[in-house]
């Protein structure tokens, strides 16, 4: 048997952690066993489906680096198929034409409740001899009303539904358009699909399926729920917790490679192992291994792999990524070191690209302003003196290497009889706008002479100016 699993959101949003996850799971299984990834959009909801969130769902994908073997197919696209088969069912009797208005439906309800019964469809159109051919009609499943469905989940162990307890659910609505349950059932049919890897709201869907499958004298498939992701607060992620949606993850920063590696971990895990490279994965993944609780999203465990991966990739990897990020920001990288030579002295203090961006731009341009509490601090008339000297030093010296920068601060500041720490302070604020930069002799390196000379020429005629301005 071939593996064939499928990913198939609903294009009525972003791409969220959550389905990500099972994405994840469904592509690595299908690598592990050599078998076919499918994508499929599920858009017959189409007041809600959205060209705009098929786009995103399809960049965030790729940027994670899930690719499908086959599709996009869109539900859209094989509405013929689904009324084909439809038809088939009716003339075969597994399917009926419910003409209940929604009037008559409700009143069913209403009495159904006031007998203290579970509401559910009476199914009085299920043995009707007279045909109405001119009122409208919903299209019902026939489902049996005796005996059970039983799969065995491959995450939860075996699940028992009794079919007394299901309705005949509506396959076709009044408006000829297929329902979401008749259509995953068709799509895993027609796409051969294996196994059904998907979040666990989707378990009281199951059994419906399974006895649409059966009527059709389909296999199948093997399902596996996997439990929910609650968010930092220990609750369900909301439509509109943003904090979940795989763009924003992007544009914070984060790096593909850690966030399939946090998202892996989110409910699979193989002995202790924190960090997994994509080819291990592919070896290792297995459903078995797969958590039946919920899990937990942290931040702080998704930045700290973040990291990881920015010192572990390779540097010329970064530098590749990072200049698209610097390119969105309109930082000119030709205006400064090269990026690799920034990464291999300052990676090591980032978690985010985006920090690392916002870090760097002092090389690439000018800063707009000071700090307000340093320069109070700093930018004093009593330091014109050392920075004149320093100015100086600087100006003439015929080589640019960080031991001389260094020699030259550390000079000035026995010279000058001023306590070294001071200097690298007053040199921070005055080189990069604020009390916190890396090594300061490493700034000025990657600055350049020309623009350490710049900048501090500029600190001294700011300082002058306020001076200007008290008096
Ligand atoms: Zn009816």
Excluded at 4 to 29: E, V
Excluded at 326 to 354: A, C, D, S, V, W
Excluded at 420 to 445: A, C, D, E, H, Q
Aim: hydrophobic content about 35%; some cysteine; proline content about 3%.
């Amino acid at each position: 048997m071939k593996v064939k699993t499928r990913f198939a959101p609903s294009p009525t949003g972003d791409l969220h952690i959550g389905s990500i996850r099972t994405a994840l799971y469904s592509w690595l299984f299908a690598r592990r066993y050599n078998g076919k990834f499918i994508l499929r959009i599920e858009d017959t909801d189409c007041e809600r489906s959205k060209s705009l969130s098929v786009q995103s769902i399809l960049k965030g994908l790729k940027w994670l680096g899930l690719n499908w073997d086959e599709g996009p197919y869109f539900q859209t696209q094989r509405l013929d198929r689904y009324k084909e088969l439809i038809e088939i069912m009716l003339n075969t009797g597994n399917a009926y034409k419910c003409y209940c208005s929604q009037k008559e439906i409700e009143k069913q309800r209403f009495k159904q409740i006031s007998e203290g019964k579970k509401p559910r469809y009476t199914r009085v159109c299920r043995n009707l001899k007279i045909k109405h051919v001119s009122k409208k009609y919903v299209v019902r499943f026939k489902n049996p009303t005796s005996g059970k469905v039983t799969f065995e989940d491959k995450i939860r162990g075996k699940i028992i539904f009794d079919n007394i307890e299901l309705d005949d659910l509506i396959i076709q609505r009044s408006n000829g358009i297929p329902t979401y349950n008749f259509c995953v059932v068709v799509d895993d049919l027609d796409m051969n699909i294996t196994h059904v890897i998907r979040g666990e709201d989707h378990i009281n869907n199951t059994p419906r399926q399974i006895n649409i499958l059966k009527s059709l004298n389909a296999q199948i498939p093997i399902y596996a729920h996997v439990s929910m992701i609650l968010n930092e607060n220990g609750k369900k992620f909301s439509k509109r917790d943003n904090s979940e949606n795989i763009i924003a993850y992007y544009k914070k920063g984060f790096l593909p490679e850690a966030l399939i590696n946090y998202i892996i971990r989110l409910g699979w895990s193989h002995g202790d192992q924190e960090i997994f490279s994509f080819s291990e994965l592919k070896k290792l993944f297995n459903l078995d291994s797969i958590n039946k609780s919920s899990s937990s999203f942290s931040i702080k465990k998704l930045l700290w792999l973040n990291k990881y991966y920015i010192n572990n990739l390779p540097v010329n990897h970064i530098a590749n990524v990072l200049k698209d990020y610097m390119k969105n920001e309109n930082i000119n990288i030709e205006k400064g070191p090269n990026l690799k030579f920034l990464l291999n002295l300052y990676k090591h203090r980032f978690h985010t690209l985006q920090d690392m961006v916002s870090s760097f731009r002092l090389f690439y341009e000018e800063f707009e302003s000071f700090d307000l509490q340093s320069a109070d601090e700093y930018l004093i008339s009593n330091n014109i003196y050392i920075l004149k000297k320093i100015f100086n030093r600087i100006k003439n010296l015929s080589f640019w290497k960080i031991e001389m920068l260094t020699e030259v601060i550390n000079n000035q500041a026995t010279t000058l009889n001023i306590d070294l720490k001071k200097i690298n302070m007053l040199l921070r604020v005055v080189l990069t706008g604020k009390k916190y930069s890396p090594n300061i002799s490493s700034v000025m390196f990657l600055l350049g002479k020309e623009k350490t000379l710049l900048r501090l020429k500029k600190a001294i005629i700011f300082i002058k100016n306020k001076i200007y301005i008290q008096s």
